[in-house]
């Protein structure tokens, strides 16, 4: 079953074309990659897909459902998560709250509940919101800086971070853009074990990478964008041979 | 018995610190407000022509100018949902010169007069009690999903759209939860000043609610309370100063923010790390 699925989605700002007629299908437990220069429009892509930017023309359908015109934190709700290129944490949160702010669609407290609950009680489904974010601050590795603010923490980490707060929301589909970017080869490897165990959650992944080497060895399949268009889709040995795509890479002679 | 001097400090103070909470509470969605002054004012007025003219009970109006004022402030916050920093700080002065004009030209309340004849119903008791509701509503919802989407926003908007949070539900919840809280701040102090008139309520009573809040700092949920006790309560202790007493005042607040912008408290200034689970 696809996932996810475009038809000719287009997105101009002003008279510049960002993207024009995209189709592209991603298929359940897939690792899907999308790569292409910079200004290849990958990031645009991105922001039409996890509803921050309306698309201009064409249809997204996320789950057999049409989520064209929805807003961003409903399609949130309907199990897609992403992470940004320019890091977007909480700053001021720690570890722990920006990962539970993940779970923030699975409260179950009202406001009423909020305000009447007897003094010194915690609830219930707060303290199951903290113990959720504390094991997906595990799972990414972070188990021990639960504490720590999120601006405090390396790079690295703060990529991470991300990546445990996008999977707090328990998505089907998660959306990495340029998870590996600034990293060194050393935190690079860890990233790329930590997509693969996501995967093997049953998790369908996204991913923008700039690096063509890195996506070659992870990816089942691959698109290719350049100027806002798809140039190419296949396996990445496919992609890898494909001459439009060495020529948009290298240049032509 | 405290003897009456003290004890209408201890009134204003209250009363200040719940006019604080009223900024710090939008402030908290990043909606900077520079018109809470008309949100107590509506909730002045409000009280005042249900405890005079209705006879109502205090308790009673004082319900009233809160839900008053908050249902305004949500209709107010639909459009400043769009607007942002500066221009929201304008939008919303506009707004409270609006309601200062209404206010100023309606003779039912009082017109240019202002509005006499309010009972004495305000006392140190009633301050507190709603001061306490206020601080512990706060204090609740901030260690709740609805304070954390409300940082959230705050300091990453996008990420916390795409997180599930419904951005305008919360902006606009934040934005009527502050002029509540304005407006019960005015019914308690209408009732305790016994006269009002529109310029109780104008550009300079908004801004005096966003100073209390950031010179105690508006990342901690007791950085309102400090800031406006401290600075309700210092000009009192400079009376002998005399007509120094505003400069005096003046250059605290200069020196403060030279030397600690972000205000006296921070956020997690009295633990030593984040919460454990």
Known sequence: ???????????????????????????????????????????????????????????????????????????????????????????????????????????????????????????????????KAAEMLGLVGLAEKKGQFASNLPYGDQRRLEIARALATEPRL?????????MNPNETEQVLELIQMIVARGITILLIEHDMKLVMGIADRITVLNFGQKIAEGSPALIQNDPKVIEAYLGSE | MINPY????????????????????????????????????????????????????????????GIAAGLIGAVVGFPALRIRGLYLVIMTLGFAEVVRVFFMTNEYFGGAYGFSGIEELTNLSNVYVVLAMVVFLLFRMERSHLGRAFQAIRENEIAGETLGINITRYKVIAFALGATTAGLGGALYAHYALFIDSNNFGFHRSIEMVIFAVFGGITSLWGPLAGAAILTVIPEFLRFIQEWRMVFYGLMMVLLMTFRPQGLLTKGMFRRSGPEG
């Open chain 2, 6 to 65: 003290t004890e209408s400090i201890l009134i204003f103070v209250g009363i200040n610190v719940i006019l604080a909470y009223s900024f710090y509470i939008p402030m908290t969605t990043n909606q900077i407000s520079g018109g809470q002054g008309a949100f107590m004012g509506i909730g002045a007025y409000v009280s005042a022509v249900l405890t005079v003219n209705f006879h109502l009970p205090f308790a009673a109006a004082l319900a009233a100018s």
């Open chain 1, 174 to 182: 998660l959306l990495l853009d340029e998870p590996a970017a600034g």
């Open chain 1, 1 to 131: 079953m696809n996932v996810l699925q475009t038809a000719q989605v287009s997105k101009s700002f002003g008279g510049f074309k960002a993207l024009e007629m995209i189709d592209m299908t991603v298929e359940q437990g897939e690792i899907h990659a999308v790569i292409g220069p910079n200004g290849a429009g990958k990031t645009t892509l991105f922001n039409l897909l996890s509803g921050l930017y309306p698309a201009t023309l064409g249809q997204i359908l996320f789950m057999g459902e049409d989520i064209t015109r929805r807003k961003a934190h409903q399609i949130a709700r309907l199990g897609m998560a992403r992470t940004f290129q320019n890091i977007c944490l909480f700053p001021g949160m720690t570890a722990l709250e920006n990962v539970a702010v993940g779970r923030h669609t699975y409260s179950d407290a009202s406001p009423l509940r909020i305000f009447l609950r007897p003094p010194f009680f915690k609830a219930r489904g707060e303290r199951v919101i903290l113990e």
